[in-house]
């Protein structure tokens, strides 16, 4: 499988091991990235769209004078 490399600020790779438990910078970063492919996944799978910024934006009914 192909490798990329990418450089990181190293408070943020710190901060990424803490939060994951990774025993490494690498493990970590992996670990946010597959996640955050699940999730994308499991979103589409109940909205049928990438993101979920439709189920932010609530229609408004119109006010009625009563």
């Not at 499988?1 to 710190?14: E, N, Q, R």
């Not at 438990?21 to 970063?29: H, K, L, M, S, T």
């Not at 979103?43 to 439709?54: F, I, K, L, Q, Y």
């Amino acid at each position: 499988m192909p490798k990329v490399t990418v450089s990181l600020d190293a408070d943020l790779a710190i901060d990424v091991m803490m939060l994951s438990g990774a025993a490494n910078p690498q493990d970590a970063v992996e670990l946010i990235v597959r996640d955050y492919l699940a999730r994308s996944r499991r979103t589409e799978a109940r909205t049928g769209e990438p993101d979920d910024s439709g189920r932010l934006q609530r229609e408004r009914r119109p006010e009625t004078d009563g």
